[in-house]
């Protein structure tokens, strides 16, 4: 079993829930880059995520980005650098930039919206901005970085939303997992993550994506000929 990249797939995140994956509202972050001259921010800076104390991590760990080149960095290269990070699966990103004031200073804002992680997502940090330089031309001063919640990621109440983690070995032929413990007669949503050495991916719809518990066990057995005579036994050879 491999991932994008050839690398062995080592574990598998299983997700279910009572609801639909459209009900959970997802977490939104706003990254801004800040320099007083539009023109002269250069150079690179870190983002770190830490969800140690999170209320559900498919990774409980604290990670840094590697450097963001911010001279040329586009939403889709915040995007891989943010998707890079061990305990964060997919998320989606736009940027906007604009000039504001007569003294031309400029915000970058970089729109983080969390696809994977579900619930009230702890906030990005800006773990290094020593390498991202606002060259004025009076002098040369450290840009700023700020992190800052648009919209708290939310697991509806009467989801029932759950998960577990299934180790991975390589030849064992096992791609299969019984989830217990649900409600009879009640639809469950699941959906499937795979992880390797750079975290989880992208999580994945089951096919199909949901299933009815039964109400009830089955009923006492009958004949397949008559429903009031006993089942048959037939011998063949």
């Known amino acids: 079993l491999v991932g994008n990249g050839g690398d062995e797939v080592t574990e598998y995140l299983i997700e279910w829930s009572k609801v639909t994956w459209g009900d959970f509202q997802p977490e939104i972050q706003e990254i801004t880059v800040s320099c007083s001259d539009y023109s002269k921010i250069s150079g690179n800076f870190r983002l770190g995520f830490d ?5 559900y991590p498919a990774v409980a760990a604290n ?3 590697a450097d963001i080149w911010f001279t040329n960095a586009t939403a889709y290269d915040m ?26 200073q400029a915000n970058f804002t970089f729109l983080v919206k969390f696809v994977s992680e ?19 031309t009076s002098t040369t001063v450290t840009a700023s ?10 697991v509806p109440t009467l989801s ?6 299934v180790p991975v070995t ?17 639809i469950y949503y699941t959906r499937v993550s ?44």
């Open 51 to 55: 969800t140690e104390s999170f209320s």
């Open 63 to 65: 990670y840094t980005t």
């Open 79 to 104: 995007e891989i650098a943010i998707e890079n990070l061990p305990n964060i699966g997919d998320v989606e990103v736009t940027l906007s930039h604009d000039t504001v004031d007569t003294d031309n």
């Open 118 to 136: 579900v619930g009230n997502v702890p906030q990005l940090t800006a773990a290094d901005i020593s390498g991202l330089v606002c060259d004025t």
């Open 145 to 154: 970085v700020t992190v800052e919640k648009i919209q708290n990621g939310t």
């Open 160 to 165: 029932a939303y759950s998960t577990d983690v």
């Open 170 to 186: 390589a030849g064992s032929g096992d791609v299969s997992y019984m989830i217990e413990d649900l409600l009879p007669g009640q």
């Open 194 to 237: 795979a992880r390797n050495q750079m975290g989880y991916g992208a999580r994945r719809l089951t096919a199909p994506t949901h299933r009815t518990v039964p109400k009830q066990t089955p009923g006492v057995a009958t004949s397949q000929y008559h429903a009031a005579g006993a089942p048959t036994l037939h011998l063949a050879g």
